[in-house]
C-alpha cells in the first residue's frame, strides 16, 4: 500500500481534498493510505510517507522540505492550483501515483 501525505497551512483545506482522493482510489480500486498535515508536522510524517505533496498555498516550501525528503529518496510535489481548487481527487491521485512510479 502506498502512503501518500498532503501538507497544507494546516490541514484543514487538504483534508476536504484527502476524501476525494480516497473516493476516487476507490473507484479504481487502489489501497492507498493517504492524509493530511499542516506543514509544520511535515518532519513527523516523512519516514511513513511514499510521497508528499504540498497544497499550493505552501509551495514556497517545496524546495526546503525536498531538501529534508532527499535523504530518502523521497519526492516533494506541489498539488496544480486548478485541481486543488476545484478539488480534482481524481487527478491529484493520477498525479501523485505517477510520480511514485
Known sequence: MKNI???????????????????????????????AVPVAEFGE???????????PQVKYEQAKLQALADPQGKKVAVIDMMD????????VLDKALKLLE
Open 5 to 35: 501525505v498532503l501538507c497544507c497551512a494546516a490541514g484543514m483545506s487538504t483534508s476536504m481534498l484527502v476524501q476525494r482522493m480516497q473516493d476516487a482510489a476507490q473507484k479504481k480500486g487502489i489501497e492507498v493510505s493517504i492524509k
Open 45 to 55: 510524517n516523512l519516514d511513513s510517507a511514499d510521497i508528499i505533496l504540498l497544497g
Open 84 to 91: 486543488y481548487g476545484m478539488m480534482k481527487g481524481d487527478a
